[in-house]
């Protein structure tokens, strides 16, 4: 299986605010996106996305996708709307412990893996047999590359997934190729 994963476009807010799961618009027009992006990807494919504003807004633009609950972002609870410098030591739990950590009323690094994980297991046995394109955020983005390719989870903070590039990875029974990244 050919799978082309997308980052939203930038949201738009300031840098350094915490947004996880926040539904926020784009700082750039997702039609200028999409339409760059379209020489990258196949002529037929099918198509999946997070519900929220930020990569829902791409995906409308590239086809009729289906929204998946799981493909969102981690859910940083309390953290979501703030400066992350105004959480002083509150983020010296989540440096020590960046996958089990969960900051109040959130998830957990873990948490939302299991979540985009089962959404992968469903979509390999499915076996589609188009292409398929995969409109989400940073953190899903990593899980399912990370997974695929065999990174333990410690190492998928370390795929850093550009806003409004696409990767491409080939989906064998005996693994997977990573083709690109970041196009």
């Not at 700082?27 to 930020?54: F, I, K, N, Q």
């Not at 390719?149 to 696409?166: I, S």
Request: hydrophobic fraction near 45%; charged fraction near 20%; include cysteine.
């Amino acid at each position: 299986m050919e799978l082309h994963l997308i980052r939203h476009p930038k949201p738009d807010i300031p840098p350094g605010v915490c947004y996880g799961q926040r539904d926020i618009g784009l700082a750039e027009p997702a039609a200028a996106v999409a339409e760059r992006l379209r020489p990258l990807l196949p002529a037929d494919y099918a198509l999946h996305a997070s519900p929220l504003m930020r990569a829902r807004l791409l995906a409308d633009e590239l086809g009729a996708a289906q929204l998946d609950e799981r493909l969102k972002e981690i859910h940083f609870g309390d953290w979501e709307g703030q400066p992350f410098d105004s959480l002083g030591s509150a983020l010296d739990g989540w440096s020590r412990d960046p996958l089990g950590f969960r900051a109040p009323g959130g998830e957990s690094a873990r948490e939302m893996s299991a979540r985009v994980l089962h959404w992968l297991d469903a979509l390999l046995a499915a076996a589609p047999p188009q292409p398929v394109v995969v409109v989400a955020h940073g953190g899903p983005l990593r899980v399912i590359a990370g997974h695929l390719l065999g990174l333990p989870a410690e190492r998928w903070l370390g795929l850093d997934f550009a806003c409004g590039q696409v990767t491409r990875l080939d989906v064998e029974s005996w693994g997977a190729v990573l083709k690109w990244f970041n196009r």
